[in-house]
């Protein structure tokens, strides 16, 4: 019950000097698997174990290529451009997702009115609505930005409604009883309750905006990730094509990682049920 | 007798007629069936008197406390505290429950600063108060520590810390010792008492434990089964201050245990008809109270 009880366990010294080999142990563990990926197909690529072997460039060669994609400054245009669209997209989606599903969440009846609504929305294939977009917006950029949206809203749109509606009652029977009026509630207990289920929709929406913009690009673009990948597929240049495939992976994967952390950086009292 | 249902004059809290009734759907039947779960219930309560309320389950206990807390609208009678009436939830009354009920995105200071919030108290200020009470409560050195790094038992003395902290002229309680193990619920009895001593606050505690009601209580209301009214109430003039330890030693304590548990098993015997819990527990699950604030 006092205060040593819970004091965090201090590492003796001599094992705090291998922090370093610790970490390293650790990074090795985590690009393991990668590397005896890339081997693999190293490998089957220069044994031509594949039928077409112009399908399947050796692991190295992708790299080479796409280090001199790099290097000669045609990948980064295409980043760049692509980096924007998504990120326009995505954010605008959180902008209507979170306000509208925390408004959906807190006042029960515009919940029911706009459910049905949502739920068929929600299962209009996105992709298929870019023609729309096009139609009303144009080709350029905006009506990529606004399928983007559109594709990126939905699991922060429906993980804030849920987050909102599984509150634990106790809580708000505790402010309430506090005196708490409904204003005060919503911000000091219903937002914070809710925000980790919004950060993990926010997650799953960044990756869906990455999704969406590929599929756009491919669909109906002359700049971007996806259709420079959809170009180099078409004229043949099988290499560069898989170093656009890698390039969006690592985007992804990167874009995951920092949001995990902030994640888990801001949701410290979250580790276990704090409540009971 | 410090606590009885006649007297008002000179109480602090008066509770005059209580009643609460919910309705009950029944499968296949379009009308909703009335279920009264307390009925009559008057009690008067003196200014720093310690009032345990005992009874078998689903006695109507806690959705008293939930009427005092004005948490839920009775269907009929009053309340009132120094003689105002209670409408609504109010800083007046400090409600602690069993679950505790904290803030978890919050550390052990900003949950015992909440209800200062509410009161619009300088964030200067709250911390000063805040940290009295967690002092108080025994848990400084834990200010910024989260919920989830907490046991159960600390984060009770947290929840009480917070219901102190905005300096309530009632506390009520809810069961608020049943989640931990028996001896950390030993350790916490003792130390509300010490509390207790300290702030003089009056106190509505709702316990299941016999033994706990008569250890911490002026006097120990027994309730009746549905519909939940006053049974008895058994006046503990044991002597203060009191301990776990010394309770245990004295015969007068198990006097008072033996007569109270006589009171309560007296009627949950006649009530154990296999027919009838049957239905109500099935009843039970589709209580919905008549009106939540």
């Not at chain 1, 950029?141 to 990126?152: C, D, Q, R, Y």
């Not at chain 1, 506090?178 to 509630?185: A, D, P, Y």
């Not at chain 2, 720093?48 to 839920?72: E, N, Q, R, W, Y």
């Amino acid at each position: 019950m006092r205060k040593n009880d819970i004091d965090i366990i201090k590492i003796p010294k001599k094992y705090k000097q291998h922090s370093a080999v610790v970490l390293l142990k650790k990074v090795f563990a985590s690009i393991i698997a990668i590397l005896i990926f890339l081997a693999l197909w190293e490998l089957s690529a220069r044994l031509k174990l594949v039928s077409t072997p112009a399908f399947f460039p050796p692991a190295s060669k992708i790299f080479l290529v796409l280090g001199e994609e790099l290097i000669s400054g045609k990948l980064w245009p295409n980043v760049a451009i692509s980096l924007t669209r998504s990120f326009m997209g995505f954010f605008f989606g959180l902008a209507i997702a979170i306000p509208l599903g925390l408004a959906i969440g807190w006042f029960k009846n515009f919940g029911i009115l706009v459910n049905p609504l949502l739920q068929v929305f929600r299962n209009m294939p996105t992709l298929a609505l870019l023609p729309v977009f096009v139609m009303f917006f144009g080709i350029g950029e905006l009506s990529k930005v606004i399928v983007i949206m559109w594709g990126a809203l939905w699991t922060t749109l429906l993980n804030t409604i849920a987050g909102v509606r599984s509150v634990d009652p106790q809580l708000i029977k505790a402010a309430k009883a506090m005196g708490t009026g409904s204003v005060r509630l919503f911000g000091s207990v219903v937002l914070p309750a809710s925000l980790p289920f919004i950060f993990t929709g926010v997650r799953m929406s960044a990756t869906f905006s990455i999704l969406i913009l590929i599929a756009a690009e491919m669909m109906g673009a002359n700049s971007g990730l996806g259709y420079a990948m959809f170009f180099y597929q078409a004229n043949f240049k099988i290499p560069q094509m898989y170093a656009y495939i890698v390039v969006m992976a690592i985007f992804g994967t990167i874009i995951n990682f920092v949001l995990e952390a902030v994640e888990r950086r801001s949701f410290r009292w979250r580790d276990e049920s704090g409540t009971t | 007798m410090p606590v009885d249902n006649n007297d008002n004059s000179n109480a602090k809290i008066v509770l005059q007629n209580l009643k609460q009734v919910y309705y009950i759907k029944n499968p296949g039947e379009k009308q909703l069936e009335e279920f009264v779960a307390l009925e009559s219930f008057s009690l008067s309560i003196p200014d720093g008197a310690f009032v345990a309320i005992v009874g078998p389950s689903g006695c109507g206990k806690s959705t008293l406390l939930d009427i005092i807390a004005g948490l839920t609208k009775s269907k009929g009678g009053s309340i009132t505290i120094d003689g105002c009436e209670v409408s609504g939830p109010n800083l007046d009354r400090g409600f602690i429950m069993q679950g505790y009920a904290l803030f978890p995105w919050r550390t052990v200071l900003r949950n015992v600063e909440y209800g200062l919030e509410v009161k619009r108290i300088p964030k200067k200020e709250r911390a000063v108060i805040a940290r009295k009470y967690i002092d108080l409560v025994g848990l400084n050195g834990f200010e910024n520590r989260y919920p989830n790094e907490l046991s159960g038992g600390m984060r009770q003395r947290v929840a009480i810390a917070r219901a102190l902290a905005y300096d309530p002229k009632v506390l009520l309680m809810d069961e608020p010792f049943a989640a931990v193990d028996a001896q950390t619920r030993e350790t916490l009895q003792d130390e509300l008492l010490k509390i207790w001593d300290k702030t003089r606050k009056t106190v509505i505690f709702i316990t299941h434990s016999i033994e706990e009601a008569v250890l911490l209580a002026d006097v120990v209301v027994v309730m009746t089964p549905r519909p939940g009214s006053i049974k008895d109430i058994v006046t503990i003039d044991l002597p203060r201050p009191r301990f776990n330890a010394d309770a245990r030693a004295s015969a007068d304590y198990s006097v008072i245990v033996q007569r109270v548990w006589e009171l309560l098993h007296d009627m949950e015997l006649s009530n154990r008809q296999p027919v009838q819990s049957k239905g109500a527990k099935s009843i039970a699950d589709e209580i919905t109270p008549s009106t939540v604030l």
